[in-house]
């Protein structure tokens, strides 16, 4: 159901030249993300495959290399949506195509007396930055080096440009705390999301690491619309280098950590 690489070889081209390479030393010279979604794309996408790929694929002349990273706003998106009270827990945003996903599964779930609700959705690339700059203060004095703070905040938080809640794909469901889901209420939730998420195209990626997965700590509230972000993930593979992680403390320590091999691609694989 996914684009051939034909497609994707044409993208590199005019990419390659677009990309720019700016120091991560001076995250000032940054302009402001949230106005991106005025630019126009850097990247056409031509696909010939258009009766096998998802509409939000096809016609996604509006994933570029700004989308990918969360630069763009996601309430103007013509992608995403507002989560229905019903199904979440406060004011968030996901993709079309995911929350026809989750409701269906929201629906079913209740069929088995379980009740789903999405507690964070889409995040921009300027409110991971806010999450990962208050975590840096604390961290930069607690640790002794810079690569040891990120190394630090990096178990359960992403750098911005490398989350994947920035794709509108993957969400928290019921809550962030490993240990509600390891008994009681949040265990049988759990239970069921490991039974029958996969039905409904939701899968968990980040598994407990035992069997040398790198990356985050294990998240069992994090479940990902893999026919979207698979294809998204590829994208991001193709375009975008640790030299693009910029824009914020400590992003300097990108590279160092090689983010995009490590925690990029540190999901389990399906
Ligand atoms: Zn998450």
């Not at 700059?133 to 930069?140: D, L, N, Q, S, V």
Request: aromatic share 12%; charged share 20%.
């Amino acid at each position: 159901m996914f684009l051939t690489t034909k497609p994707m070889k044409l993208l590199l081209i005019p990419c390659a030249i677009l990309i720019t390479f700016s120091s991560c030393a001076n995250p000032g010279s940054e302009t402001a993300p949230q106005s991106s979604n005025e630019n126009k794309p850097s990247v056409v996408v031509v696909s010939n495959a258009a009766d096998t790929v998802p509409p939000s694929i096809v016609s996604d002349s509006l994933v570029t290399n700004d989308f990918l990273m969360g630069k763009f706003n996601y309430r103007t998106h013509p992608f995403f949506i507002k989560v229905p009270a019903t199904m979440s827990t406060k004011e968030l945003y996901v993709q079309k195509e995911t929350l026809e996903a989750f409701q269906r599964m929201h629906e079913a779930a209740l069929k088995d007396s379980v009740s789903l609700k999405i507690v964070s959705g889409t995040r921009s690339f300027n409110e991971q930055k806010n999450i990962w700059e208050t975590k840096w203060k604390k961290e930069i004095v607690a640790q002794k080096t810079p690569k040891a703070a990120a190394l630090k905040i990096l178990e359960y938080s992403s750098m911005p440009s490398t989350s994947r809640h920035h794709w509108g794909t993957d969400i928290d469901i019921n809550s962030v705390e490993g240990a509600y889901f390891r008994k009681g209420k949040g265990l049988k939730e759990y239970n069921w999301l490991v039974a029958n998420g996969n039905k409904f195209g939701f899968y968990q990626t980040y598994t407990p690491k035992d069997k040398g997965r790198t990356g985050y700590s294990v998240e069992e509230w994090h479940w990902s619309y893999l026919p979207l972000s698979k294809k998204y993930l590829e994208y991001y593979n193709a375009r975008i280098t640790n030299n693009d992680i910029k824009g914020f403390t400590g992003c300097e320590t990108a590279a160092e950590i090689d983010i995009i091999q490590n925690f990029v691609n540190g999901i389990e694989k399906y």
